[in-house]
């Protein structure tokens, strides 16, 4: 395991916080590890991970809508997705290959440092954000 994930391990030992899962993502040239668990938006439960590897980030990232991107609703989606990423700064809206929304949150690791502390308060960032912003989002998804 790399330094960061035993150091976020650590911190999620020491918190006895169990909502995460752990998991070493084998064959990775960066000693990848993922803490998977969920987020909780208006009954809804978002998958989150924290991916803790060699490199110098760090990142948190929630799945906010599956399968959102279609033919249909591209244009509008991209328009809504774009206006987001130019009024929010530590995180970016973007959608993976099958078309997931996600959500990115990159944390720069100093001296090879994950802090448990800084990724909580990033959660809580991306939590107050989506308990604000889900429903006008998902809006935009569901046209």
Not at 23 to 33: I, P, T, Y
Not at 131 to 143: A, D, P, Q, S, T
Request: aromatic residues 12%.
């Amino acid at each position: 395991m790399n330094k960061k994930a035993e150091q976020f391990k650590a911190f999620l030992d020491e918190r006895k916080v169990e909502a995460f899962q752990m998991e070493e993502v084998e064959g990775n040239e960066q000693h990848a590890v993922v803490f998977r668990s969920f987020i909780g938006v208006e009954g809804q439960q978002l998958p989150t991970v924290v991916i803790a590897d060699d490199s110098v980030f760090s990142i948190i990232r929630v799945q906010i809508a599956p399968q959102a991107l279609n033919e249909e609703s591209a244009a509008e989606l991209m328009k809504f997705i774009n206006e987001q990423n130019a009024l929010y700064k530590p995180f970016k809206l973007f959608f993976d290959e099958p078309g997931n929304l996600m959500m990115d949150a990159c944390l720069m690791a100093e001296n090879d440092e994950l802090k448990g502390e800084i990724v909580y308060q990033m959660y809580n960032v991306i939590i107050n954000y989506l308990n604000e912003n889900y429903r006008n989002i998902m809006k935009v998804v569901w046209r």
